[in-house]
């Protein structure tokens, strides 16, 4: 028996957020990192007494078992209460609800631009194929796409921000000013670097993908067709390539979400970006279990909101598609 | 394609040369003309066959096509560049009001003569001769103006329709400049699709929501809407059950009853000698015989060997395939039938 889209969609969910809670769990528990250690920092701990230790250890509960941990976490997870986070001590939920707002606006701003751009600029070279254009821009997606995001973080701080003076060298808000009388277009001026940097790697990706596309699509019968019927390139692409191009766009565009949030991670580091990934860092290096168990479900329930858009996306788009339902996620 | 000097000359010397019993031919030297049952220009006519203002509708000539390669049999990395001639030394003539049918086997680069036709050979083919529409000769850009615009293509099969566009748009297609201009031809499709016969909600279907038949008349409405002189038709039955497929060669002749021509591009020798006027043998990347329909009656009317070869293998007259004299002209006539 076949249950309904929803329910299965949700099953998968709810079993897609057990995995990643219980094997970031064990990843954390294995780090070497001592979380007393770490949250009390090198000389506190050096000076302190073994009680004054133990009665730590319990009080953070790291002298429990893992699968005692793991459950005691769960019981209060399923209420809605992800814990406490050992480095910001704030509850989780918080922690994460103010790092997501400027978290969320740099991938955004990176993930329109990286497709936006990556789409025209694959059009562009699959229509030239083999002609100028397309090799500059292979060229350029070659050299982009085998460049690491946090290089390229460096070099634009170098260029941009320390020669050029154009950008601030970090952080999402001016230094020094009060938190009030920090302006939108304050926030969007500290965004446009890093989030240029983040868009960088998705664009050579989707750009040398939709390339491909595009030259399959100019090579296909139905391009064949209206050619023969007087249409000449450029009418060709804009009649039938776009839509032909807008499903596997939307798929490697749905899928870019979860690389834009792994470039976020570093980027953030370079730029001093307070959003998730700085946090993510910041929660592995001091074994803040909570915080970090918190911020994977974030970016996994992330990247199957994702997945799911492309699925009912697909069904929008491809009239061929009525009545199935696609099998992405 | 190489242009011929005296086109002019010869255009004048058919306004004083058309005679009653002779026809006048414009793509040949001054002042020859010929018989109706004369061959010429490597054909012989057919009753239906004209010549209205001298010249044929579509006349090819010496046509070659060859494509610059790396030798595909050395071994990699030693193989040397290699010339593969497809086709050559090919002559064709379509007459205004008739069905020329090009019969060959499949995969023998058929095709190849329709691209060259259309201007849209692949960039590393080599195509020599001569073209001539309407009496006028062609070069490359003035063909590829013709596409859509005089000379239409009937494709193969329903892939040649955008699987994401409703049949209806592709139909009226993207040639209108303005939006009244766009109007009309939605109104002409309109009455295109009541004549042949499709419904009205065809026009909201996508392709792969046609059936078979619906396909073809949808493919054929797309050549008609731009009013063509010429319709050319690659392989337009494979797939069709037999019903279908004469009622789609019917479509095709009735559009030459009208006053167009035919280039009907097939591998089915029966449903050619159905409908066709005259019939073009190709073989080996060339056409041995250009011949009218009723030649075929009898094979003592037909030229070539290889003709007659096919005549005798045709069910009618025995399957009779001639083993012994020739394996391979057997074997190229069995995958014909």
Redesign the interface.
């Known amino acids: 028996m076949r249950f309904p889209v929803i329910v299965r969609g949700f099953a998968r969910f709810a079993v897609l957020m057990v995995a990643v809670s219980i094997v970031t769990f064990w990843l954390v528990s294995s780090s070497p990192i001592d979380p007393v250690q770490a949250n009390v920092g090198q000389a506190a701990y050096a000076g302190m007494s073994a009680a004054k230790r133990a009665q730590l250890e319990a009080f953070w509960g790291s002298d429990l078992s893992f699968w005692e941990r793991c459950l005691g976490w769960a019981s209060l997870a399923v209420t809605g209460d992800l814990g406490t986070s050992l480095r910001f001590n704030a509850p989780v939920t918080e922690v994460i609800a103010s790092r997501a707002t400027g978290s969320l606006a740099l991938m955004a701003c990176a993930w329109v631009l990286a497709g936006v751009l990556g789409c025209v600029l694959g059009i562009v070279a699959g229509a030239c194929s083999g002609r100028m254009p397309d090799r500059v821009i292979r060229g350029c997606a070659y050299v982009l796409s085998a460049t690491p995001t946090f290089w390229l973080g460096l070099v634009a701080l170098m260029v941009f921000s320390v020669f050029l003076g154009w950008f601030p060298a970090g952080f999402s808000v001016p230094i020094g000013m009060s938190a009030s009388d920090v302006t939108l277009v304050d926030r969007a001026y500290h965004l446009v670097l890093p989030a240029l940097v983040l868009s960088v790697t998705g664009v050579a990706n989707i750009a040398l993908h939709t390339r491909e596309k595009t030259i399959d699509v100019l090579a ?3 391009a ?8 000449r390139t450029a ?1 060709i692409v804009l ?2 390539g776009l ?2 191009l ?1 499903l596997p766009a939307l798929t490697l565009q749905c899928a870019s979400i979860s690389e834009i949030f792994g470039g976020s991670v570093l980027v953030e580091q370079v730029f001093s970006y307070p959003g998730l990934g700085q946090a993510a860092v910041t929660a592995g290096l001091g074994g803040d279990a909570p915080l970090l168990v918190g911020i994977a479900l974030a970016s996994a329930a992330l990247v199957f909101a994702g997945n799911l858009l492309a699925n009912v996306l697909y069904g929008v ?4 598609m009525k009545g199935a339902t696609a099998h992405v996620a | 394609m190489k242009e011929r000097a005296n086109r002019e000359t010869d255009r004048e010397n058919r306004e004083t040369a058309a005679g009653e019993a002779r026809i006048e031919c414009a793509t040949h030297a001054a002042g020859v003309s010929h018989h109706a049952s004369e061959k010429h220009h490597h054909h012989t006519h057919a009753t239906g066959s004209h010549h209205p203002g001298g010249h044929h509708l579509l006349t090819v000539e010496h046509l070659g096509v060859s494509f610059t390669m790396y030798d595909p049999a050395a071994p990699f990395f030693s193989g040397k560049r290699m010339v593969s001639r497809a086709i050559r030394d090919l002559s064709i003539s379509v007459h205004v009001g008739e069905v020329l049918a090009v019969v060959g086997a499949s995969g023998s680069g058929k095709t190849l003569l329709a691209d060259a036709i259309l201007g849209l050979s692949e960039p590393n083919a080599r195509v020599t001769g001569s073209i001539w529409f309407d009496g006028v000769p062609q070069d490359a850009a003035s063909l590829a103006r013709l596409r859509g615009n005089g000379i239409a293509l009937v494709p193969q099969s329903v892939s040649h329709l955008d699987p994401l566009m409703r049949v209806g748009d592709q139909i009226v297609g993207f040639k209108a400049r303005s939006r009244a201009e766009k109007h009309a031809r939605r109104a002409r499709m309109r009455g295109l699709m009541e004549a042949y016969g499709l419904d009205r909600s065809v026009e909201r279907l996508y392709p792969h929501e046609l059936s078979g038949g619906m396909a073809r008349r949808v493919l054929l409405l797309s050549a008609l809407i731009d009013d063509p002189r010429l319709i050319m038709a690659d392989e337009p039955t494979p797939g069709l059950d037999l019903d279908l497929a004469v009622q789609a060669l019917g479509d095709l002749r009735s559009f030459a009853n009208r006053g167009g021509g035919v280039l009907l591009i097939t591998h089915d020798l029966e449903l050619a000698l159905r409908i066709a006027d005259r019939v073009a043998v190709f073989r080996d990347g060339t056409v041995v015989e250009e011949t009218a329909v009723e030649n075929f009656a009898r094979p003592e009317l037909l030229e070539h060997p290889f003709s007659r070869a096919l005549w005798h293998a045709m069910p009618e007259h025995g399957f009779d395939v001639p083993a012994k004299s020739a394996e391979q002209l057997a074997e190229t006539v069995g995958s014909m039938l």
């Open positions: 296909s019968d139905y064949r067709f209206a050619r023969a019927r007087g249409e009418g009649h039938h839509r032909n807008m788009v491809d009239p061929r």
